[in-house]
């Protein structure tokens, strides 16, 4: 499986910016797929998660109520949808592909894109 990240920038704080994350392979569909981070000097933080069918989706509480994760398997494409954006946003924005049951825990990720970075000015 490949993922290909896209859609980072920079942008002003209460702004808003949609990721997309498109992957390779038949299989798409069958994958629960998640949204992490990475900021300078920290560790990689769980944000957003969804289930195969698209019909449960998870959320880190530091973003719940702003982000908004989606998919289209049609497209082999998820999305994070980011509002209201903050500076603590600021991150290197990875899509990952899981091969069992929707987790935070990013060792249990197989498949990783190669980021997308997000900038968030105040």
């Known amino acids: 499986v490949q993922l290909q990240a896209s859609g980072g920038g920079l942008v002003q704080a209460g702004g808003s910016l949609r990721l997309s994350c498109a992957a390779s392979?038949?299989?798409?569909?069958?994958?629960?797929m998640a949204w992490f981070r990475q900021a300078p000097g920290k560790e990689r933080e769980w944000v957003s998660a969804?289930?195969?069918?698209?019909?449960?989706?998870y959320y880190a509480d530091s973003v719940k109520g702003r982000f908004t994760i989606s998919r289209d398997n049609a497209k082999n494409t998820v999305y994070l949808q980011m509002n209201s954006l903050k500076p603590e946003d600021t991150a290197v924005y990875f899509c990952?592909?899981?091969?069992?049951?929707?987790?935070?825990?990013?060792?249990?990720?197989?498949?990783w894109g190669q980021g997308t970075l997000v900038t968030v000015s105040s």
């Open positions: 990952a592909v899981n091969l069992g049951l929707v987790t935070s825990d990013p060792r249990m990720y197989a498949y």
């Open positions: 392979g038949r299989s798409f569909s069958s994958y629960n």
């Open positions: 969804i289930s195969w069918s698209g019909g449960n989706t």
